[in-house]
């Protein structure tokens, strides 16, 4: 049903790495999101953007860094991946009035 | 600030059986939604569910009900005749209705729902 897309589903990098994660969606929502999540446990909004060149931090404070030039693109960016970046990073989107989040099926990040 | 309880870190129902999952919030508002989503292992996560408190009645989409107790500050997800794709993370969700909040849902910690066979 959803139409939102993040790649790449799994990445296993090195210490030190830059590495962007993407994340696409095709509903021309305005809103986006980023969530990070451990396995089993609540989700953390690291990272929001209501509209193009607009993005705020989350609830949940983060060294990755997030744009959106486009509407239908917010990729996340990590200049320097540490073993504590490894977590399921998931992308999400909803329309005018926030009523329904649509999720991406999410990063798995493992940083070695 | 709001915040969302799941007090149930697991459950487990027998495959053709009603279970119940717990969701607790508090808050000062008066007009705000409620949801709950679903998160299948290794699958996207889906809304299940949306209840609008300012609506008395509850909310239903097939076998899934909730139980809205707005006094209580409760919220509870039924799931009937449980089949095996019901399996999954839950997670119960608030969200303001006032229009100048930012609109974020306050999630919960979820509960993990064990179908068996």
């Known amino acids: 049903e959803a139409d939102i897309y993040q790649t790449p589903r799994y990445l296993v990098i090195g210490t030190g790495k830059k590495i962007t994660l993407e994340c696409s969606q095709t509903?021309?929502?305005?809103?986006m999101y980023w969530y990070q999540q451990d396995p089993g446990m609540e989700l953390h909004l690291i990272h929001y953007?209501?509209?193009?060149?607009?993005?705020e931090k989350g609830d949940l404070s983060s060294e990755s860094t997030v744009s959106r030039i486009r509407t239908e693109h917010f990729p996340l960016t990590l200049e320097s991946a540490r073993p504590s970046h490894t977590s399921q990073y998931l992308c999400a989107s909803s329309g005018y009035r926030n009523e329904k989040l649509f999720f991406g099926s999410g990063t798995q990040l493992s940083v070695l | 600030a709001q915040t969302v309880t799941q007090s149930q870190p697991e459950m487990s129902v027998q495959e053709a059986e009603t279970v119940t999952l717990s969701c607790t919030y508090d808050t000062s508002e008066s007009d705000y939604y409620l949801f709950w989503y679903k998160q299948p292992p290794s699958r996207q996560m889906i809304l299940v569910i949306r209840?609008?408190?300012?609506k008395q009645q509850n909310a239903t989409e097939n076998r899934f009900s909730v139980n809205f107790q707005k006094a209580a500050k409760s919220f509870s997800l039924k799931i009937s005749d449980s089949q095996l794709g019901d399996a999954a993370m839950y997670f119960c969700?608030?969200?303001?209705?006032?229009?100048?909040?930012?609109?974020?849902?306050?999630w919960g910690a979820g509960t993990k729902l064990i179908i068996k066979p």
């Open positions: 969700a608030y969200r303001s209705a006032i229009r100048n909040s930012n609109y974020q849902l306050i």
């Open positions: 953007s209501y509209g193009v060149n607009s993005t």
């Open positions: 209840q609008e408190a300012y």
């Open positions: 509903m021309g929502h305005d809103k």
